[in-house]
């Protein structure tokens, strides 16, 4: 199983990455969009979005899901920092994961987004990326991780 | 002006250790090229034609002496002896040693002072009007507001990675000094009828190679509201803004495609979501920043006898007197002058300031001006506060340092890009077409006979020159490899905005200083009374200009 930073901590991860062919998916699998959509029990599932995929078709089901995936096809498309907000300021609790090509240099901001886990890509260094996440020990905004903003605390 | 805290003071040293760290990585090869050039850019490092170019923060233009004597030192230090403002109030090196920049970073946090989002695709230094504070029809000061927007867009965590890069200006003066229309977010302070601040915000204007006026997108929006909204627009922005083609990236091309209701409902809807969440400004945080921009304690002064006093000096001496004519402006106190230091003596590149020049600023701004400066988009310096009885010995020290070109706002005070001599993207060089203008009409008089005139000259369609906005633009660009350069005209800032027209084909590098007499001696003889170049070209349009240019082409 490959490894991956949850929690701060590296892990294995258990679930089975996307699989677009896959006529009737997995117990384990991260869905794309679409199956999801066509999944009847929504309790326990996990679910992956693309860039120009916004999470609102989640937002009814957020008590239910337990991942979201959200996919970074280039590090640069900053999308998914938007959905993963979007996804805790409407009360998601579960595991949010950013899966795809991003680096550890941006570990720190989508930590604060709040995202909670990070499936790397394979040539990362986990150990050296853990230091990434802390990068910064103050901020002016609130986030996800930090509910007051700056001024709220001054 | 602000003054950091010891947050304040953490976040920037933490953003130095983290760029050390990158910069470290990226020498030793475990950061890939690719990977660290937007991590650099948003540090404000550039990899241009010749070396690095730096660019360094000035917050909405605002400069303490001691910064400024820090800057002086670092260009000393780390580069060529010199400067450069650049068209957004920053302050640009263009010699730094890429292994080098870390350290400079961490000097220039000793004087709170950093380069963070200078470049790159997220959200920009926020500008506002130069003369803030101290402008005669200013409603309310705009720099509270922009210390709030600067600390909320500083490292934000969801905006770092936009489609392209957002620009936000903010102004306050019934006449608009900050170009709003043509930013991103155009944020005009008002005041309503009852004394409340509100906000109207305009969303889509720009420059470049689609230049566009901004639309307003909220006519009123109450003050606590600022960022929440700001957020909201930038959220619409980063989900739906094109990143397939960076030349149809940028907000405008959005709030055109979707139209400015569909937009505008877009930004409610996300509005709705966190409107009146912890994000909405208290007024102990309002109060906070605006604290820090009260007024200087300005001298009581005989108004009657510091006014004839210096009517005396002027009698006395013609250049002094016209240099206060040009160069200075009324204060919103009586008894203090606005004083602009002109950066565009011929023969110098346009907005270059030596190490010598910057520290004997520093000292004026300590002895004369409340030990602040301000830097414009203009490219110009100001002192915002200098007493009348002061003016003489100020004129007289920036005149020795060659500071004093008596030419604010008339045609020599044209605005440039770096252009080909400095910047990779260039299509053309700009600095030697500013230079060839400013030498051909260094007369004086005939400048001021013209009037005010602003020239903008970018060296590509990125438009860093401005030229979308100059009366006259002047741009670069490549014909089969070959350096040319288009004329526009008409083009405007302010309430009143609009984008040049061009003129026709394009010329070469020598024969623009001609081009532009040909334009002028057009205006001379077409102008009512009282006209300005602008009035005149409203009025007549651009077809007796390209009739009279072109007119021996076939
Ligand atoms: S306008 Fe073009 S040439 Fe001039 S500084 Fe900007 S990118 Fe460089």
Not at chain 2, 104 to 113: D, N, P, R, S, Y
């Amino acid at each position: 199983m490959p490894a991956m930073i949850r929690n701060g901590e590296i892990v294995e991860d258990r679930w089975l990455a996307v699989n677009t062919e896959a006529s009737s998916p997995a117990p384990q699998q991260i869905l794309t969009l679409d199956q999801w959509q066509a999944t009847a029990e929504k309790s326990g599932t996990a679910v992956q979005l693309e860039p120009g995929q916004p999470p609102t078709p989640l937002f009814d089901h957020l008590d239910s899901i337990s991942l979201v995936a959200i996919n970074f096809p280039l590090f640069t498309d900053g999308r998914g920092f938007s959905y993963a907000r979007e996804l805790c300021e409407r009360g998601f609790k579960g595991e949010l994961r950013a899966v795809g090509y991003f680096i550890r240099d941006q570990l720190h901001y989508l930590r604060r987004c709040g995202f909670t886990a990070f499936a790397l890509t394979e040539e990362t260094d986990l150990s050296a990326a853990l230091g990434s996440l802390g990068d910064f020990t103050e901020h002016y905004q609130a986030s996800a991780d930090q509910c007051l903003p700056l001024f709220r605390r001054r | 002006m602000y003054v950091y805290d010891k947050y304040d003071q953490q976040i920037i040293d933490e953003r130095v250790n983290q760029f050390r760290d990158q910069t470290r990585r990226f020498i030793n090869g475990s950061l890939p090229e690719a990977e660290f050039l937007p991590l650099r850019l948003q540090n404000g490092l550039y990899v241009q034609r010749l070396a690095p170019m730096l660019r360094i923060a000035v917050p909405y233009g605002l400069l303490n002496s001691t910064q400024l004597r820090k800057l002086a030192d670092i260009t000393r230090r780390f580069d060529k002896g010199y400067a450069h403002i650049s068209t957004r109030q920053n302050i640009q090196l263009n010699w730094p040693q890429l292994e080098e920049v870390p350290d400079i970073l961490a000097e220039l946090a000793t004087v709170q002072m950093h380069a963070i989002q200078t470049s790159g695709n997220c959200i920009r230094n926020t500008t506002t009007d130069q003369y803030a504070g101290v402008a005669i029809d200013e409603l309310t000061d705009p720099r509270p507001y922009c210390e709030i927007i600067r600390q909320w867009s500083t490292l934000h965590p969801e905006f770092a990675f936009l489609p392209r890069k957002f620009k936000i200006a903010v102004c306050a003066s019934t006449g608009d000094r900050a170009a709003l229309y043509n930013h991103d977010v155009g944020v005009e302070v008002r005041v309503s009828d009852q004394g409340a601040i509100g906000f109207r915000v305009l969303a889509g204007g720009g420059l470049g190679r689609t230049p566009m006026i901004g639309a307003v997108i909220c006519e009123w929006l109450d003050e606590p509201h600022l960022l929440t909204y700001l957020e909201a627009i930038l959220r619409v922005y980063n989900q739906r803004g094109r990143r397939d083609n960076k030349y149809k990236a940028r907000i405008k091309i959005l709030v055109k495609a979707m139209g400015v209701d569909a937009f505008r409902e877009a930004v409610a809807q996300e509005w709705r979501a966190i409107k009146d969440g912890l994000n909405t400004l208290t007024n102990a945080e309002i109060e906070r920043a605006k604290s820090f921009f009260n007024p200087p304690q300005y001298l009581d002064v005989d108004t009657a006898s510091a006014q004839s006093a210096l009517r005396e000096q002027c009698r006395n001496n013609p250049t002094f007197s016209n240099w206060v004519a040009r160069n200075t402006l009324d204060h919103k106190v009586d008894g203090y002058q606005i004083v602009n230091i002109s950066l565009k003596a011929t023969g110098y590149a346009p907005g270059d300031i030596t190490d010598a020049q910057i520290e004997l600023v520093a000292d004026l701004a300590d002895r004369y001006a409340f030990g602040e400066v301000r830097s414009t988009h203009e490219q110009n310096l100001v002192l915002a506060d200098v007493h009348q009885p002061d003016l003489y010995p100020v004129w007289q020290a920036l005149q020795a340092a060659g500071l004093a070109t008596p030419n604010i706002g008339y045609l020599s005070d044209l605005i440039c890009c770096p252009g080909g001599d400095y910047c990779s993207l260039a299509n053309a060089k700009s600095l030697p077409v500013a230079e060839a203008i400013q030498a051909r009409f260094s007369d004086l008089d005939y400048l001021y006979d013209l009037g005010p005139i602003d020239l903008n000259i970018s060296g590509c369609m990125n438009a860093c020159g401005h030229h979308h906005i100059g009366h006259i633009g002047i741009l670069g660009v490549d014909k089969k490899g070959q350096e040319f350069y288009q004329v526009c005209l008409g083009g405007n800032q302010g309430k009143d905005a609009s984008i040049g027209k061009i003129l026709g084909p394009s010329f070469s590098q020598q024969d623009i200083p001609d081009i532009i007499e040909q334009i002028l001696s057009i205006y001379l003889q077409l102008r009512r009374p009282e006209e300005s170049f602008l009035d005149t070209y409203r009025r007549v349009g651009i077809d007796p200009f390209k009739e009279r240019v072109y007119a021996g082409d076939d």
